[in-house]
């Protein structure tokens, strides 16, 4: 990376980020997944039950991009779409047998875009920028909610 370049954080996260969408997107096609909609598996199995409210609040994606993304893992036959029984105007999301049976290999799938991507620190530099993510993603989280 050239002198000009790295003086750039922002410059820099852009073209990490760039590369990892481009692996994830290569890796996760077979799937008939993309970069932004891998994770709503986890996240539904992790948080059965969730609105597309709820996505929307979590994923930092607009209402429109998460109805096309939960329409696209319905047809495909990862997740299913089910009414709540006690607000008939809210959709609870669900994941299909298929949703959690692939659950496993994105998360395999990912990991190793993620030890490629940084194979070329210590596994203690990995793992700080794994927290400092982790921890960054949470205030980000937390300071939308307030908005």
Do not use: C, W
């Not at 996240?43 to 696209?72: C, N």
């Not at 319905?74 to 299913?80: D, K, T």
């Not at 959709?91 to 490629?116: M, S, V």
Request: aromatic share 8%; proline share 2%; net charge negative.
């Amino acid at each position: 990376m050239n002198p000009e370049v790295s003086d750039d954080q922002l410059q820099s996260f852009g073209i990490v980020s760039r590369v990892i969408r481009t692996e994830l997107n290569r890796v996760l096609k077979p799937y008939g997944l993309n970069d932004s909609n891998y994770f709503f598996i986890s996240y539904i199995a992790d948080h059965p039950e969730s609105s597309q409210g709820d996505l929307t609040r979590t994923m930092f994606l607009d209402h429109s991009t998460i109805t096309r993304s939960v329409a696209k893992l319905v047809e495909l036959g990862y997740l299913e779409k089910h009414l709540d029984e006690k607000d008939h105007r809210t959709t609870r999301l669900f994941l299909t047998n298929k949703g959690a049976e692939i659950r496993y290999e994105i998360h395999e799938l990912t990991t190793t875009i993620f030890d490629n991507t940084f194979s070329e620190i210590s596994s203690e530099e990995s793992e700080t920028i794994k927290s400092i993510l982790l921890k960054t993603a949470n205030h980000l989280e937390k300071t939308r909610s307030k908005k």
